[in-house]
């Protein structure tokens, strides 16, 4: 069966970020991708200079009307990243609304990209929003903070996956620790749920468009592993694990000895990673907690 993923995420010509970090991926491992470009820049905001345009929620609801008028808007799933917008992210769950009456089975995958090390990426207006609107229709989330895995599955995910925390790793500073809590309903009504934890070795480099690859790996692993959190997550961190090491070994390269790479040696190594996309070596094990 044909799986089709609807992608509202951002663009940029040169580079890796968004759907550009989602939709290559997703194609190697089978799924059909159609992307909406929530703005389209020149390269992604961390380089010196970058130029483009901002899609607005109107400019949106009329590309998803186009679809809808051709009787083409039946999708598996949806993926949002980030959005700065207040009537913008409406209008996405609006959509996701709509698309989930179409099929009720769709999964909505949110990566709601709002800040990180303490400090908000988005307008605070924008968090009643996440809060009230898209948390109680999406599936899957990848926020970066611990104690609201529970409280999120309250709101309404079954699968939520903190992408980075602040707790301390058991193998010291230069780990990362990622927890993941999958709720999964048994036919009688009741409930269980799978809650890991993986400690992944840091690298000391800024890398732009992974948050948006790891969203669209874990879409595509929970895809093969609906009730196994456990091997969803080493499959996409694992993959994770490997476009980032041949990154920065290629940066490291290209900028030479006792040199920082500059933002453009550094973006993901996507094509070059195809095999790993497909099949990734296990590189990191996960803790059931």
């Avoid at 009456?101 to 909505?108: D, G, I, M």
């Amino acid at each position: 069966m044909e799986c089709r993923v609807l992608s509202i995420q951002s663009h940029v010509v040169r580079g890796y970020v968004g759907n550009k970090s989602a939709s290559f991926p997703l194609q190697v491992l089978g799924f059909e991708v159609d992307s909406i470009n929530s703005v389209q820049f020149s390269n992604h905001t961390g380089y010196a200079h970058w130029k483009g345009q901002v899609l607005t929620a109107e400019e949106l609801n009329v590309l998803y009307e186009g679809i809808k008028l051709n009787n083409v808007n039946h999708y598996d799933y949806v993926l949002t990243g980030y959005s700065r917008d207040v009537s913008f992210l409406e209008m996405v769950v609006d959509i996701v609304a709509e698309l989930k009456e179409a099929n009720p089975s769709l999964v909505y995958v949110c990566d709601p990209v709002m800040g990180d090390h303490g400090a908000m990426y988005v307008p605070e207006m924008l968090l009643p929003v996440y809060r009230d609107k898209v948390v109680p229709v999406a599936n899957i989330l990848t926020p970066n903070q611990f104690e609201i895995m529970d409280l999120l599955h309250k709101m309404g995910p079954e699968t939520v996956v903190l992408t980075s925390t602040d707790l301390h790793s058991k193998l010291g500073d230069p780990y990362l620790v990622v927890l993941g809590s999958q709720r999964i309903v048994k036919p009688d009504g009741s409930s269980s749920s799978q809650k890991i934890r993986m400690d992944i070795p840091k690298v000391d480099a800024v890398f732009v468009g992974t948050g948006d690859l790891f969203a669209a790996m874990l879409l595509a692993w929970t895809h093969h592993h609906p009730k196994d959190l456990k091997a969803a997550c080493e499959k996409t961190v694992s993959l994770m694990h490997h476009v980032i090491k041949r990154t920065i070994t290629y940066a490291n390269e290209m900028a030479g000895p006792g040199k920082k790479p500059s933002p453009a040696q550094l973006e993901l190594r996507m094509v070059q990673s195809k095999k790993d996309i497909e099949d990734p070596a296990l590189v990191v094990e996960a803790t059931v907690l």
